[in-house]
């Protein structure tokens, strides 16, 4: 249109386009806004870059979909194993050992009236139990086990 000698304002672009003048308007400033420098700092007065808030390590679709898999797979196999746990190794297993904040051995022990010295004990027992169950299903386990 300029090559022709046409101001290409928005009304004008409307009506030779055949879409409204807020169409033409959002598509300029959306267009305008597209073309950004990776390497360009994100304010005037910042050394950071844009670049440095883009993930470029993002775990691909089916490397995601293999860790829920295995996920899932771990869960099924945690809820198995507590199946054989009696009520207190149960208690100890949920409270120390699968806790996101454990338990002290003494609030344990005091709750079962017996010996912090005695809550780790079963404490180590259920954790061998634990590796000899998994071990049984997994047989490259050992490769895993870093309690050695």
């Known amino acids: 249109m300029i090559e022709q000698g046409f101001d290409p ?3 004008l672009l409307s009506e030779r386009l055949g879409v409204s003048v807020k169409e033409v308007v ?3 400033q959306r267009l305008d806004n597209w073309d950004l420098s990776l390497d360009e700092p994100l304010k005037n007065d910042s050394n950071t870059e844009r670049i440095e808030f883009i993930n470029l390590e993002s ?3 089916e490397d995601q979909m293999a860790k829920k898999e295995i996920e899932d797979i771990l869960r099924a196999k945690v809820d ?3 199946k054989g746990l009696n009520e207190r190794e149960l208690e100890i297993f949920e409270r120390r050992i699968f806790s996101d904040s454990p338990e002290t051995l ?3 022990g005091e709750e079962y009236t017996i010996s912090r010295e005695r809550v780790r004990q079963i404490e180590n027992n259920i954790l061998k139990k634990m590796k000899a169950f998994f071990k ?3 047989p490259d386990f050992d490769m895993y086990d870093h309690s050695r």
């Open 9 to 11: 304002k928005p009304k």
């Open 26 to 28: 959002d598509m300029d």
């Open 59 to 61: 775990d691909s679709s």
């Open 80 to 82: 198995e194993f507590k």
């Open 106 to 108: 003494q609030e344990i």
């Open 136 to 138: 049984k299903d997994m």
